[in-house]
DNA sequence: CGTTCAGTTGACCATGATCAAGAGTGGTGG
DNA sequence: CCACCACTCTTGATCATGGTCAACTGAACG
C-alpha cells in the first residue's frame, strides 16, 4: 500500500515508478513527533522546512486578540504544510496537533531538488496547493451562507473524502479526532450548539459519531443535508464525469498541462 | 505611473526593467471588456487564458442551489485571476464584473515564455497566488469569528489597503463601487443589516460612505474596530517591521528564495 | 479514586434574519 | 423635459437561529 502523500499526488497526477521512489525518499525524511494540544508552526514563525504530514491529524487555525479562534482547515495524512515558505517570509496561521502527530521534515533544498528533476511532482504538489486554496473557499461559503446543520454535514462529508483518497477510510466511517469545540471553532458556532447539531444529524441517521470515530451510513443523504457538492475537492474520480463530457466537445484541445517555472 | 501589476508585484520582488518591459507587454495583449452585473467566468468553464484586471471591479463567488451566493474575494486592478489554469482542468468558483470591467486575456503560451524568461516575475506571480490564500484565510476568520460590525469593518480596511498598494487611494479615501447587498454577500450578512451596520460605522465617524466612495477619517481606529492586523496581507511595508528583526537575530540566514520549478 | 476533559442538558438571551413598505436616485424613452 | 422604471438604500416590526451561562454526567487516566 502506497504512502499518504504518493496517494494524494497520484490522485491528480499519474506518477512514474521513479516519481513514486522519489516520495518515498522524501516520507523517510527526519521525522518530528508532535504531541496532541502542541503547535508544529506558530503564526510569524519564519519555518525553513516543509512539513509532510505522515500519521495524526493537525489543524490551522489563527487566533484573534481576545481569544476567539477559527480553525481554517484540518490537515491529514498525505498533506504538506507550507509549501508557501518558498515565497512568503513568515507564516500567518498556526498548524496545532490534534492527536499524536508524525511529520516528516522536508528541507527546502530536498524539495528544490525533486521538483527540477521530477516535472510530474511539481505539477502534483501546485495542484495540492490549489486545491487546498479551493478547500478554503468553499470553507469560506460554509461559514458564511449555510446553516449550523448543513455547516456539520458539510464538514463530515468533507472529511470523509478526504480521508477515503488517502485510503483512510473503509468505505462508510474513518477516524474523526476533532472534539466538538474544535468543530465548533471550524464552523463558526459554538460547542453548545454543535452538540446539539450532532444530536441532531445522529437522530435523523444521517452520522453516527462515538469514540473519535465517523460513520455515515448514507452518504448521498448527508451530502444532501450538508449542500455538499465534491466538485471544488478537484478528486480525479468527481471530475470524471466533466473530463469526458469536455473532450467530447473539444475535439483537438488541451494538451497535456505546460508547467510553469517558478 | 507604473501599471496597476507593475505596482502590485514589486510589492514583493524588486524588478529589473526588463522585467517591467514584459509586464507592460502582458497588460497590453488583447483587452476584453465585461459590463457591470455580467460574468467573466462561470463556474465549470475551463479557461484558456490568465485574466488581468485592467479596470474595474470583480468579484468571486460561489452560489448554492437554493440561490444563497457568498464573495469568496473582491479583485481589482491588478489581481491576476485564475492562475491555476495551469494546474486545474475547471474553475470552481464564477468571477462577475462589479463595474464595466477591462481585463487582458493573456494566453498560456505567453505567461509561460514570461515565466520562463524572467524569473522574478514567476515568483511574484505565485507570491501573488499565495497572499491571495491567505486572504481566503482572513475571509473564514473574518465571517467564522467576527461581529457584523467588525466583518463591515475589517472588509473596508481591507479593501483600503489593498487598493493603496496599487495607487488607486489618495491616502485616506478609494472607490467602492459593491453595493450593500455585495457588502452582505461577502460577509454573511443580510443587505438589511448590513444597511444598519454601516449607519453606526457612519455614527461613530468612522467611515463615510457615500456616492460609490469610501473615505477612512482614522484608519487605525477603524483597523481596531474590525479587529484588523495587516500582517496577512503581505506587503513589504507591513513585513519591514518583522523583517528587520528577522535579519537581526538571524545572522547567517536567509539567501535569495530559491524559486521551485513548475 | 480523584482529577480532568469532553459531552450533555436546560433556561434565558441577543444578534442578526425576515418581511414589508417606502424614499431617493439615475437612466431611458416618449 | 418629464414620466416611468429599476435599483439601491432605509426604516420598522417581528421572529428565529444560535449564543451564553451554569450545572451535571461519564469516561479516561494517573
Redesign the pocket.
Known amino acids: 500500500m502506497p504512502n499518504p502523500l504518493t496517494r494524494r499526488l497520484e490522485e491528480y497526477t499519474p506518477l512514474s515508478n521513479a516519481d513514486r521512489a522519489e516520495l518515498a525518499q522524501l516520507t523517510a525524511q527526519a521525522t518530528r513527533i508532535v504531541e496532541p ?1 502542541h503547535d508544529l508552526i506558530r503564526e510569524g514563525d519564519t519555518p525553513s522546512v516543509v512539513y509532510l504530514i505522515l500519521k495524526g491529524w493537525a489543524c490551522r487555525y489563527r487566533t484573534l486578540k481576545d481569544g476567539r479562534r477559527q480553525i481554517i482547515d484540518f490537515a491529514i495524512p498525505g498533506d504538506l504544510c507550507d509549501l508557501n515558505i518558498f515565497i512568503l517570509d513568515h507564516v500567518d496561521h498556526s498548524i496545532g496537533a490534534l492527536t499524536k502527530l508524525a511529520v516528516a521534515q522536508i528541507e527546502r533544498d530536498e524539495l528544490h531538488r525533486i521538483a527540477t528533476s521530477s516535472p510530474n511532482i511539481t505539477t502534483a504538489l501546485w495542484w495540492q496547493e490549489l486545491v487546498s486554496k479551493s478547500i478554503h473557499r468553499e470553507w469560506i461559503v460554509n461559514v458564511g451562507q ?6 456539520v454535514a458539510h464538514l463530515f462529508c468533507e472529511i470523509f473524502l478526504r480521508l477515503e483518497t488517502v485510503g483512510l477510510s473503509d468505505g462508510f466511517s474513518c477516524d474523526f479526532p ?7 471553532d471550524a464552523t ?12 441532531e444529524l ?1 437522530r435523523s441517521g444521517l452520522v453516527v ?4 470515530r465517523l460513520t455515515i451510513p448514507d452518504l448521498a443523504a448527508l451530502q444532501a443535508a450538508g449542500m455538499f457538492n465534491p466538485a471544488y475537492l478537484h478528486h480525479k474520480r468527481s471530475d470524471k464525469h466533466t473530463d469526458a463530457m469536455r473532450r467530447a466537445s473539444a475535439p483537438g484541445a488541451p494538451a497535456p498541462i505546460q508547467p510553469i517555472a517558478i
Request: hydrophobic fraction near 30%; proline fraction near 3%.
Open positions: 494540544r449555510r446553516s449550523a446543520l448543513e455547516r476533532p472534539t466538538q469545540q474544535d468543530i465548533a463558526g458556532l459554538t460547542a453548545v450548539h454543535v452538540n446539539r447539531t450532532v444530536q445522529r459519531l462515538e469514540g473519535r
